[in-house]
């Protein structure tokens, strides 16, 4: 090995690397969780990925969209029939939509909130990103704004098509099916929202405990659906008056049971309906989910930095 040359005392040698420093813009805080949402957006569609991170998500918007297609479709087919055939109560619409595509919708979040926020904590992301200025609640924020434009976008793009499809189908006329139906631009959306909150809620609990997406993801399926079956065991095994009281248990049933009072619905099919409780109790359930929620991942990942 070649001696340095010292001339009395130790010599620095400096070398050069090629390294620059950054000079273009300094975008701050905004920029830092624009940086977080888009990265997000990116991995949960798989966009800038293999094929196979692609085939999960695009699948589920597949079946998504091709279902308001297809009831889109088939309301154009019997109004071409000779005989009238009315199929409104045969076929779901803008409520019955809702309960049309939940499962897809829950295997969706399930995948999406692990997804955002496992692999970050996992693969030592945290670091770079909390390197910027960017806070614990920055990217909480960013990473909530992410799940919510995915989810809700999950939502009302298929509806949105079912409003178009049967107003351009209407013996009524476009702009007159969209007049008489003004009711559905806000009730549609309040009711996705209800339902994005319980998912995102109970998906962001899940994932930031867990160490796998798939853990994550299994974990907050299995929450949903089986106090579900707790909710409704308990509810046939004991006629106490305390009894009534699990049926609050049965998360995955308190945005149906909401869905049903935006759209003036019998809600009598859902188990706090049939337990006693009106459609105010779910929602003071799903609003209790999202304290919950902000407050223990708030607290999980102050306690990681």
């Known amino acids: ?33 624009a940086a977080v949402v888009k990265e997000g957006y990116r991995r949960v569609l798989g966009l800038r990925r293999k094929a196979k991170r692609k085939l999960f998500p695009w699948t589920l918007i597949a079946l998504a969209l091709g279902s308001a297609v297809l009831l889109v479709a088939i309301e154009w087919v019997s109004s071409t029939l000779p005989v009238s055939l009315d199929t409104s109560g045969l076929f779901p619409r803008y409520a019955g939509y809702f309960d049309f595509i939940s499962t897809v919708a829950l295997l969706f979040a399930a995948f999406t909130g692990p997804q955002l926020l496992v692999p970050d904590r996992t693969q030592g992301v945290l670091n770079v990103y909390f390197s910027r200025p960017l806070s614990v609640r ?123 009072w935006i759209f003036d619905l019998e809600a009598s099919a859902t188990i706090p309906a049939q337990a006693g409780f009106g459609p105010e109790a779910s929602l003071m359930v799903v609003i209790g989910m999202a304290v919950v929620s902000v407050l223990v991942v708030g607290w999980r990942y102050r306690r990681l930095t």
């Open 138 to 260: 920055d990217y909480l924020v960013a990473k909530g704004a992410t799940f919510g434009a995915v989810i809700l976008s999950f939502w009302l793009v298929p509806q949105l098509l079912l409003h178009l499809g049967f107003a351009a189908l209407s013996p009524a006329g476009f702009l007159s099916y969209l007049g008489g139906t003004t009711d559905i631009l806000w009730k549609v959306p309040a009711a996705a929202l209800v339902y994005f909150t319980m998912h995102a809620s109970l998906a962001f609990l899940a994932a930031s405990f867990a160490k796998r997406v798939g853990n994550a993801a299994a974990g907050f399926v299995a929450v949903l659906l089986g106090l579900n079956l707790v909710a409704l065991l308990l509810q046939e095994a004991s006629s106490a008056p305390g009894t009534k009281w699990t049926s609050l248990l049965a998360l995955e049933q308190h945005p149906r049971h909401v869905r049903d």
């Open 1 to 33: 090995m070649a001696e340095v040359p010292t001339t009395g005392q130790d010599s620095a040698i400096i070398l050069d690397r090629g390294y620059r420093s950054y000079d273009g813009p300094s975008t701050g805080r905004g920029g830092a969780m």
